[in-house]
């Protein structure tokens, strides 16, 4: 039977919200997945699988990120159900003699940041496909970088946190949360009241909606993503490959690209799954919550894999989908309690990153409500109200 008190509700079940769900049920407290679909439904089902540090700004974003990379290696021996974990780096790849200057500098800037960085030359790009176009000059290697398979990922940390005693509840849509005299949270839902010492808001770019509920203005919008999927046919390569503008593209710097691949944010992502079926994407806009496939985008994601693997052209493709980025200003996700509801807490806003970061996510969300004072990483860059002096949170 399902209970209906909790000591934490988790809203969301997409990977932030299990990731969260796992780590505070193994800490022992009573916990519930509020998700209002099915669970992995939202942008967790449609995106890449790729824990990347490669891509993070070097400091505090790749630091997290390797923590994470460290958290998701233990997951996948510490984890039940397997997850197709795979740990065999990644790399950028460039076109130019100015962007193999930029990858030096990055790469200078990594390892100053402690991280397994190195520059690879067109050598080393021959042995790692036959298929790269003969003209690319060499990139950049992270030792570090691992894949996983999204989807299994959040089912073997679901699973991990019913293990510990969690309840996952799903087709439940939470339509509001009113706190009570005593302090405890009054969530309304599709499925009746529950109650809760604490609540997570890991809703992805739904966040803002929950965020309404106890009025709080939370700043993510989403950054629509489109990925296409080529069918198995022989193996282009096995680690995530990027080309350098991904970088460009990620963080709104100026790339030398033709108009539609910048009006579309399109830069090679190419993720071996696998079962060797490849992903090949990707794109970023901002149109709102539209997130059927606009074929003039896959044309220009197309094109773009093609000048990097001009064999690519004779492959046969299987599909194509979207996913939307919860994106925040500064590329960085929120991960805090709001000081004005204590006991109300946030972990979204991760962007193209919640694949690589939920662990760390998870961890540090069942830190804070364990009022730990040590924490897996500091909790100052992840804060509300760094948006907005208003928030003024914890
Ligand atoms: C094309 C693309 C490629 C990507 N590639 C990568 C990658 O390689 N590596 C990486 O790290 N990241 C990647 N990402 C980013 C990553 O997918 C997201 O950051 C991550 O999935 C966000 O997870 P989430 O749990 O916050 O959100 P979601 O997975 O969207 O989960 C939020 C959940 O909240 C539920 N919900 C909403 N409102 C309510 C409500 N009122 N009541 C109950 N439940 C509610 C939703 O149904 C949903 O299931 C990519 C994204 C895209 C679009």
Redesign the pocket.
């Known amino acids: 039977m399902n209970r209906s008190h909790f000591e934490v509700a988790v809203?969301?079940?997409?990977?932030?919200?299990?990731a969260i769900a796992y780590f505070v049920a193994k800490d022992g407290l009573s916990v519930t997945i509020?998700?209002?679909?099915d669970?992995?439904?939202?942008?967790?089902?449609?995106?890449?699988?790729?824990?990347?540090a490669i891509d993070k700004d070097p400091g505090f974003d790749s630091q997290m990120s390797l923590k994470s990379q460290q958290l998701v290696h233990q997951l996948s021996k510490e984890l039940r159900l397997p997850f197709e974990y795979r740990a065999p780096g990644s790399i950028l790849v460039c076109e130019s003699e100015e962007e193999m200057v930029a990858a030096e500098k990055w790469v200078r800037r990594q390892n100053e940041a402690g991280l397994a960085f190195r520059i690879i030359d067109r050598q080393d790009l021959k042995q790692e496909s036959p298929f790269f176009a003969d003209d690319l000059l060499g990139g950049v290697e992270c030792a570090t970088d691992s894949l996983v398979n999204?989807y299994m990922f959040t089912f073997a940390l679901c699973d991990g946190a019913q293990q510990y005693g969690a309840q996952i509840l799903t087709k439940?849509?939470?339509?509001g949360i009113k706190k009570d005299a005593e302090g405890f949270f009054r969530i309304d839902?599709t499925r009746g009241e529950i109650t809760a010492k604490k609540v997570v808001n890991?809703?992805?770019?739904?966040?803002p909606?929950?965020g309404a509920m106890v009025g709080i203005d939370i700043p993510i919008r989403p950054r629509?993503?489109?990925?296409i999927v080529a069918s198995r046919q022989v193996p282009v390569g096995q680690r995530n490959v990027m080309e350098f503008g991904y970088l460009l593209s990620k963080f709104g710097g100026q790339r030398k690209v033709d108009p539609d691949t910048e009006k579309y944010g399109v830069a090679l992502?190419f993720?071996p799954t696998e079962s060797q079926n490849f992903l090949i994407?990707?794109s970023r806009q901002f149109v709102g919550f539209h997130t059927k496939a606009d074929m003039n985008v896959v044309r220009v994601i197309a094109r773009r894999a093609i000048r990097f693997y001009p064999k690519m052209a004779d492959m046969n493709v299987i599909r194509t989908y979207?996913?939307?980025?919860?994106w925040t200003e500064d590329h960085l996700p929120i991960v805090s309690q709001v000081a004005e509801i204590p006991g109300f807490y946030i972990?979204?806003g991760?962007?193209?990153?919640?694949?690589?970061?939920?662990a760390v996510t998870g961890k540090l969300i069942a830190e804070l409500i364990a009022e730990k004072s040590e924490t897996i990483i500091p909790t100052e860059p992840l804060r509300l109200h760094r948006f907005s002096k208003k928030g003024g949170e914890t």
């Open positions: 809203i969301g079940g997409g990977i932030i919200g299990s509020l998700e209002r679909g669970l992995v439904s939202g942008t967790s089902s449609r995106c890449d699988g790729n824990i990347l999204p439940t849509e939470v339509t839902s890991a809703a992805g770019v739904w966040a909606r929950i629509k993503g489109h990925l992502v993720e994407g990707s979207t996913g939307l980025r919860p972990a979204a991760h962007e193209g990153d919640g694949i690589s970061l939920a």
